[in-house]
């Protein structure tokens, strides 16, 4: 069964770090395009990052761009997202999601076809 797990949220201060982790069970990773999403309250999902299996190209909104950088662990079946500088608009629950082999930026969720269960991240200032 294919299935997407994520860790690595919590409360950090304005300006602090967190790293997210999406962990991929049952797929063949290395065919496997990650996207990151966030959702605060209140507001829709948005898309944040993604990275593509068929080239390695990483993609950011530009409201991240600077601060954040999407990775791929091939040995760990696990792509990280690790957030710096971290603001309190950043707020929201994380979500990572996946599909067959690319991504090329906002392509939006209906593009994804599998989906974790989201981690909280909390920037207080």
């Known amino acids: 069964e294919e299935q997407l797990v994520e860790s690595g949220g919590g409360l950090v201060q304005a300006g602090g770090s967190l790293r997210l982790s999406c962990a991929a069970f049952?797929?063949?990773?290395?065919?496997?395009?990650i996207g990151w999403f966030r959702q605060a309250p209140g507001k829709e999902r948005e898309w944040v990052s993604c990275i593509s299996a068929d080239d390695g190209g990483t993609y950011y909104t530009d409201s991240v761009k600077g601060r954040f950088t999407i990775s791929s662990d091939s040995a760990k079946n696990t792509v990280y997202l690790r957030m710096n500088n971290l603001k309190p608009e950043d707020t929201a629950v994380y979500y990572c999601a996946g599909r067959d082999y690319f991504c090329s930026g906002n392509e939006g969720e209906k593009f994804y076809d599998y989906w974790g269960q989201g981690t909280q991240v909390t920037v207080s200032s």
């Open positions: 049952g797929f063949t990773f290395g065919d496997l395009a």
